[in-house]
């Protein structure tokens, strides 16, 4: 079993900061990638930012210069420094990493339950 538990989400003012943590246990061997998506009501869900363990960050369009992914291995965690944030940043993210077991086991994704998001104009 691996659980992934998100935290730091609430609501702020456009223009405001918020950090998002999200730490992984269980059965880990590696974790090859780790990511953050966010659905908005009624749309589904995108990605946000996503890490490849030791590599660097890809964003969406939307998010590029004002958010930054990193990544802790030796924590299992990630985390989202989110600036300058938007109305339209708002939602329920998501953390989702893909995590393998074993040496000998492909990996799987798995997700966390989420944390609100909301930012006021």
């Known amino acids: 079993q691996v659980q992934l538990v998100e935290s730091g989400g609430g609501s702020v003012q456009a223009g405001g900061s918020l950090n998002l943590s999200c730490a992984a246990s269980?059965?880990?061997?590696?974790?090859?990638?780790m990511g953050w998506y966010r659905q908005a009501p009624g749309k589904q869900r995108e990605l946000v930012a996503g890490?490849?363990?030791?590599?660097?960050?890809n964003y969406a369009d939307s998010v590029k210069g004002r958010f930054t992914i990193s990544e802790d291995n030796a924590k299992n965690m990630v985390y989202l420094q989110m600036n300058s944030l938007k109305p339209e940043d708002t939602g329920v993210y998501y953390c989702?990493?893909?995590?393998?077991?074993?040496?000998?086991?492909?990996?799987?994704?798995?997700w966390g339950q989420g944390t609100q998001v909301t930012v006021s104009s």
């Open positions: 989702g990493a893909d995590v393998r077991p074993g040496v000998a086991q492909p990996p799987r994704r798995h």
């Open positions: 269980g059965s880990i061997f590696s974790i090859n990638y």
């Open positions: 890490i490849m363990s030791g590599g660097t960050g």
